[in-house]
Nanobody
Framework: VQLEESGGGSVQAGDSLRLSCAAS????????MAWFRQTPEKERDFVAA????????KYAESVKGRFTISRDNAKDTLYLLMDNLKPEDTAVYYC?????????????????WGQGTQVTVSS
């Protein structure tokens, strides 16, 4: 599946932002999906994951209560609503797809990746 992220930008601390990930080339609803993020100093870290039907979600502790992952299978689109953003959320955000549907937090479990979208949060 091909993935394309959008919705990144530069915001102030405390603001909200919604990322989107449009899928094409395969049946989106077959995949578990996830968001990861990466800075130049770190490896690509897990943010959130969601099952094929949205019934199961998982979050990194650092974003729990602030970020919400969701999907619209009719639109072949994955979302990440980010509230109360902090400077430490600054990163390139990637969406990823797992055909095996595991809702995992390890990047090696995901088969397909988008190109990423930059999120910058200033204090």
């Amino acid at each position: 599946v091909q993935l394309e992220e959008s919705g990144g930008g530069s915001v102030q601390a405390g603001d909200s932002l919604r990322l989107s990930c449009a899928a094409s080339g395969s049946t989106f609803s077959r995949y578990a999906m996830a968001w990861f993020r990466q800075t130049p100093e770190k490896e690509r870290d897990f943010v959130a994951a969601i099952s094929w039907n949205g019934g199961n979600t998982k979050y990194a502790e650092s974003v729990k209560g602030r970020f919400t992952i969701s999907r619209d299978n009719a639109k072949d689109t994955l979302y990440l609503l980010m509230d109360n953003l902090k400077p430490e959320d600054t990163a390139v955000y990637y969406c990823a797809a797992d055909l095996r549907g595991r809702v995992g937090d390890y990047r090696g479990e995901y088969d397909d990746w988008g190109q990423g979208t930059q999120v910058t949060v200033s204090s």
